[in-house]
């Protein structure tokens, strides 16, 4: 009977329960910038994939999601519609790679600040996340939460 309760508990989990976001962080930008970063780990323990979907911030008109990709020698960057977290696995936005843009920002981002960010699940629900902001210029966190 225990085994059996499990079973439903799970199965009621919603989707969005099971992705989580680890070193959530942004890059402080000069006075005038109009464009910030979004950096995170996003892991999955769900037996389905998942996928964001959209996300915004109080701080920029709106976010966009993108990836860089290298053709040749020329990196190109492009928007798309969704990241997929893979079912039991993670996804990684990182600078080089899969990125947040906080379009038009209504004000610089500073060092040592938190910015809050919504993150929008395919299959329902939100994820709301902090980007600590790092150093003009940073390549990583500075600090691991």
């Known amino acids: ?3 059996a ?3 439903l508990v799970l199965a009621a989990t919603p989707a969005w329960a099971q992705v989580s976001v680890e070193q959530p962080w942004s890059r402080a ?3 005038g910038a109009r464009i910030g970063v979004g950096f995170m780990q996003l892991r999955n323990s769900g037996s389905a994939a998942e996928r964001v979907v959209g996300a ?3 701080v920029s008109g709106r976010v966009e999601m993108h990836v860089t990709t290298r053709e040749g020698d020329v990196m190109k ?5 969704s990241f997929e977290i893979p079912a039991g696995g ?3 936005l990182k600078p080089g790679g899969a990125h947040l843009m906080l379009m038009d920002l209504r004000r610089p981002l500073k060092q040592g600040e938190r910015v809050p960010l919504t993150l929008k699940l395919e299959n329902g629900g939100e994820l709301k996340v902090e980007l600590t902001v790092e150093a003009l210029g940073a390549r990583r966190p ?4």
């Open 142 to 145: 500075a600090h691991r939460r």
């Open 56 to 58: 915004s911030s109080p």
């Open 29 to 31: 930008t000069p006075p």
């Open 77 to 81: 960057m492009r928007q798309v519609e």
């Open 90 to 92: 993670a996804f990684e």
């Open 1 to 3: 009977m225990r085994g």
């Open 5 to 7: 309760l499990m079973v």
